[in-house]
């Protein structure tokens, strides 16, 4: 099983560039996450799914938007990214309220 | 919004001796959950334990939680060089158990 893939693993963008983080899971876990990593920190929380055809906001959702595709899939957009969303990015899912999450390896976005 | 805070932010240890890192979080939660993430790669679940449990064991690993001084404690036995990760503890919220909130987390590094 391959779990959560995210993709792509590395980014570099222009300020005022956008693009998409995409992330799938193979596991037919209920609920998807995305967060955000900042260096020497915890995770934030940016949106989140509770199930397919829903999405809500987390803690830090401004300059994001996200689409859940369909059960498996989750992706992240940056409309027209900021240098204050150099960041790492997580995906992760689960079975749904009170299971684990299963985390994807990340993806490492720089805009210069 | 709540959040676990992990104490202490870095911890060194020899090979072989216990670890034991605190966790202390602001409002009551349905469940607590303990992560490890090793340098560069995503997080790994470790432990759940839900706000009606004390104590809850996993191999090397002791977990306790004391809701009433909103605290939790993960502890690592007999500890070995590949237990060098960051440790995070994450809480829900009574609002929703969707959403995981996590904490800053413990460096801890284990000396051969």
């Known amino acids: 099983n391959a779990g959560v893939t995210q993709t792509p693993k590395f980014q570099v963008l222009k300020t005022g560039q956008s693009m998409t983080l995409q992330c799938a899971q193979d596991?037919?876990?209920?609920?998807m996450y995305w967060y955000r990593q900042d260096p020497g920190m915890g995770l934030r929380l940016i949106y989140y799914?509770?199930?397919?055809?829903?999405?809500d906001k987390g803690e830090v959702p401004n300059g994001y938007n996200v689409s859940r595709l369909n059960k498996r899939e989750f992706s992240l957009r940056l409309e027209s990214a900021a240098p204050s969303q150099t960041s790492v990015y997580f995906c992760?899912?689960?079975?749904?309220?009170?299971?684990?999450?299963?985390f994807g390896s990340g993806t490492r976005l720089t805009v210069v | 919004s709540q959040q676990g805070e992990e104490d202490p932010q870095a911890l060194s240890i020899q090979e072989g001796e216990n670890a034991t890192m605190n966790c202390s979080y602001k409002?009551?939660?349905?469940?607590l959950q303990w992560y490890r993430q090793n340098s560069g790669r995503g997080l790994v679940h470790l432990i759940l334990?839900?706000?009606?449990?004390r104590e809850k064991h996993s191999g090397r690993l002791r977990v306790t939680l004391d809701t009433s001084k909103k605290s939790s404690s993960l502890l690592i036995t007999a500890s070995r060089a590949a237990d060098t990760a960051s440790y995070f503890c994450?809480?829900?919220?009574?609002?929703?158990?969707?959403?995981?909130?996590f904490g800053s987390g413990t460096r801890l590094l284990v000396r051969p």
């Open positions: 992760a899912s689960s079975v749904g309220a009170g299971y684990g999450y299963t």
């Open positions: 596991m037919n876990h209920n609920s």
């Open positions: 799914s509770a199930s397919e055809g829903t999405t």
């Open positions: 409002t009551s939660i349905n469940n």
């Open positions: 334990i839900r706000s009606n449990e």
């Open positions: 994450a809480t829900d919220g009574m609002d929703s158990s969707y959403k995981l909130i």
